[in-house]
């Protein structure tokens, strides 16, 4: 079992970036994916969350309207689409599965397997 997450970079404030996560060993479309990033300083935080065998998808409120996490069953990988991105979106960022119950989407403990994180730097 493996994740890969890929996409990160520099970008100016304003700008877009796609983040990748690829799954290997498991088939991604049965359990949930969640994005996290961690911030110098600051702890690690849920950014968005698909359930598992759905659609559904979560956000914490930072990053509504600007931030989607979609799913390509093809390929294996879940994607967080980032526009509108601010400085305090910089971070390192990581997807993880698991099977959380929805309320619990954004606890890290619940989650078995993290890829290896991308660095998101946004300049102002």
């Known amino acids: 079992v493996q994740l890969q997450a890929s996409g990160g970079g520099l970008v100016q404030a304003g700008g877009s970036l796609r983040l990748s996560c690829a799954a290997s060993g498991f088939r991604l479309y049965y359990y949930g994916i969640t994005w996290f990033r961690q911030a110098p300083g600051k702890e690690r935080e849920g950014v968005s969350h698909i359930r598992g065998s759905s659609t559904t998808t979560y956000y914490t409120d930072s990053v509504k309207g600007r931030f989607t996490i979609s799913r390509d069953n093809a390929k294996n990988t879940v994607y967080l689409q980032m526009n509108s991105l601010k400085p305090e979106d910089t971070a390192v960022y990581y997807c993880?599965?698991?099977?959380?119950?929805?309320?619990?989407?954004?606890?890290?403990?619940?989650?078995?397997?993290w890829g290896q994180g991308t660095l998101v730097t946004v300049s102002s």
């Open positions: 993880a599965r698991g099977r959380p119950v929805t309320s619990a989407w954004s606890t890290s403990s619940l989650y078995d397997y």
